[in-house]
């Protein structure tokens, strides 16, 4: 046949953009001949945060310098066949031992394209008596806690645009609290009386296609939540949170592949949060050869033969994506702790808007943890941690309080019992359609009988409130989760925690459907943990006698659902891929139950 052995019309190769991404280094080559012309992302690795020394706090690490092209900047001529690609790796954190802290975090490395060097981020400042001010970088670390308490410069060497910005300054003694690592888009932010300096936000880009976040700041580190919480938070675009030193929270590490900074720590000698990981990504234009209709079998050997043939076939997901559920809080002898909030629920399935995954991509996918309990009086558990899929992030539940209110977050914690204190927000930050609801208010003040904790917020329903009147149960129930079939039957995620008991005798309050832990009874029962996986909120510690843990929350997950006919892989093993019988056509269904990479 003339036209190579295709009946129908023959179509001259068409060429498309193409757009690679380095998350390691490595060699980018040149697709065609002649000089074309590229925009580029480079951020560099993050800096690490400080450590809290004995009895102080670290400041945030500073996130990877940031440059790019994209949108509207000037692009790069590529005339070689071939280029070096280097991807900064994060810098370590500050490490209390031996040294008590007096080692800071570590400046990141960083990364290199063509004649484009973004440099690594500034290292925290530790707690420690000699430890040395915080580093300048791409961005500048946070300062610490002690004698060093000045944020450093950002923009270091110098560039046009601005790589990144300053660091935040930390609060000396008596308060010890560090200052947040500066990010792409904002300085870090100064601690100040009630809390550590936030990481400075990074930086969203669309070069890939879809908007993400990159370099942000890591959080500064503090040493007790108590009556709020007080760590720094990580800045958006991957900065790690700062650390408690009681009641033991680590910092967190910047998330891989952002450039994001690590959290500082607070003290008794917890180790700082390590740096992420730079990325590279180079988009050139007219550069990718695609079939656009029928093709000559004769042409489709040809280029096959080349290594040119890259026909691309982009196909619409539905997802789930799950957070990380709070911790519920411990309880003292007159205060219930309130169960900690669901984490964060958001998905297309059914009928929502579906997400568009090109062929040939990968994903990073994270599974936020579940917010871990406090063994200390009066000082609150923490929150769970977000969990994210291309353009969607699903943010922790809001730990829930004994003394004062639950805190924000995917949905609320529950307020403290004889407070009278409300819970916290849910669907914070606000996306539509809403991520959760608000906890549950704790008991008003004596008198009693009871002084019982609210309940932390659920996917689908507010925790309720605690009671102070003798009756069954009256400590507040957990917000219901909601149920989705995207796997292919239906499982109930993102429950709210049960609030405890600080009274009578009597039983803990029931967690929501959906993996909420329930509240712990009275005498000495702690609160039981939210379900692996769902994102339920951990149920508050009953008392007596002494004080009993407020139960973990549940880690969280997310589930992507494409047709039968789409081809992607995931990895570490752990996670799954299956095929689902009629009559749901053969759609293949990702599961995460641990962070990875989705491959299209």
């Known amino acids: 046949m003339a036209n190579g052995g295709i009946i129908g019309p023959v179509n001259d190769p068409t060429l498309a953009d193409l757009t690679t991404t380095f998350t390691a280094s490595g060699t980018y080559t040149n697709p065609l001949a002649g000089p074309l012309q590229a925009d580029y992302l480079v951020v560099a690795g993050g800096g690490g945060g400080g450590d809290g020394g004995t009895t102080e706090s670290g400041g945030g690490g500073g996130a990877g310098g940031y440059r790019t092209s994209f949108p509207g900047g000037t692009k790069l001529t590529l005339s070689c066949a071939s280029y070096p690609v280097t991807v900064g790796a994060g810098g370590s954190a500050g490490n209390s031992s031996p040294t008590g802290g007096n080692t800071s975090g570590v400046q990141g490395s960083s990364s290199i394209f063509s004649t484009i060097t973004s440099a690594g981020g500034g290292g925290g400042s530790s707690g420690g008596a000699t430890a040395p001010a915080a580093g300048t970088g791409g961005s500048g670390g946070g300062g610490n806690g002690r004698l060093n308490p000045t944020g450093a410069a950002g923009n270091t060497p110098p560039v046009s645009p601005p790589q990144g910005n300053t660091g935040g300054n930390g609060e000396p003694a008596p308060l010890y609290v560090g200052g947040g690592g500066g990010g792409a888009g904002a300085v870090g932010g100064n601690s100040s009386p009630t809390k550590a300096g936030d990481g400075g936000a990074g930086s969203a880009n669309s070069i890939t296609g879809s908007p993400v976040s990159y370099a942000g700041g890591g ?32 910092a967190t590490a910047g998330t891989a592949n952002t450039g994001g900074g690590g959290g500082g720590n607070g003290g008794p000698n917890a180790n700082g949060g390590s740096g992420g990981s730079g990325i590279v990504i180079i988009k050139q234009y007219s550069a990718n050869r695609v079939a656009p209709g029928v ?3 004769q042409c489709q050997y040809n280029y096959k033969k080349q290594g040119t043939w890259t026909p691309s076939a982009p ?42 995954l090109n062929v040939g991509s990968s994903f990073p996918i994270t599974i936020g943890g579940g917010g871990s309990g406090s063994p200390i009086s009066r000082c609150n558990g923490s929150s769970g941690s977000d969990s994210s899929f291309s353009t969607i992030t699903s943010t922790g539940g809001g730990t829930g309080s004994s003394t004062a209110s639950g805190s924000s977050g995917g949905s609320g914690g529950g307020g403290g ?34 002084y019982m904790g609210g309940g932390g917020g659920g996917a689908s329903a507010a925790g309720n409130a605690g009671s102070s009147s003798a009756g069954t149960n009256p400590a507040g129930n957990g917000g219901a989760g909601s149920a989705n079939s995207i796997s292919g039957s239906p499982v109930s995620y993102a429950g709210g925690g049960g609030g405890s008991n600080s009274g009578s005798p009597g039983p803990g309050a029931l967690g929501g459907t959906g993996g909420g832990g329930a509240g712990g009874a009275v005498p000495g029962c702690a609160g039981t943990a939210g ?59 990702a599961t995460f139950t641990v962070s990875g990479t989705l491959t299209t």
């Open 531 to 589: 379900t692996v996986n769902t994102g339920g909120g951990g149920g508050g510690g009953g008392w007596g006698p002494g004080v009993k843990l407020g139960g973990n929350g549940g880690s969280g997950i997310v589930i992507v659902r494409a047709p039968g006919g789409a081809a992607f892989s995931v990895s570490p093993c752990t996670n799954t891929v299956t095929t689902l019988p009629a009559p749901a056509g053969g759609c293949k269904v």
């Open 295 to 297: 093709w000559p079998l």
């Open 315 to 356: 196909f619409d997901v539905d997802y789930l994506v799950v957070a990380g559920g709070a911790s519920g809080s411990p309880t003292n002898s007159s205060n219930g702790g309130g169960g900690g909030g669901a984490g964060g629920y958001r998905t297309s399935f059914p009928g929502g808007t579906k997400l568009n």
């Open 219 to 250: 959080g500064g580190g503090t040493r007790c939540n108590s009556p709020v919480t007080r760590q720094g938070a990580g800045g958006t675009g991957g900065g790690g949170t700062g650390g408690l030193g009681v009641p033991g929270t680590p």
């Open 417 to 450: 019992g004889n407070t009278g204190a409300a819970g916290g927000t849910g669907n914070s930050p606000p996306v539509s359609p809403p991520q959760g609801n608000p906890g549950g208010a704790g008991s008003p003040p004596a008198p009693g009988p009871n």
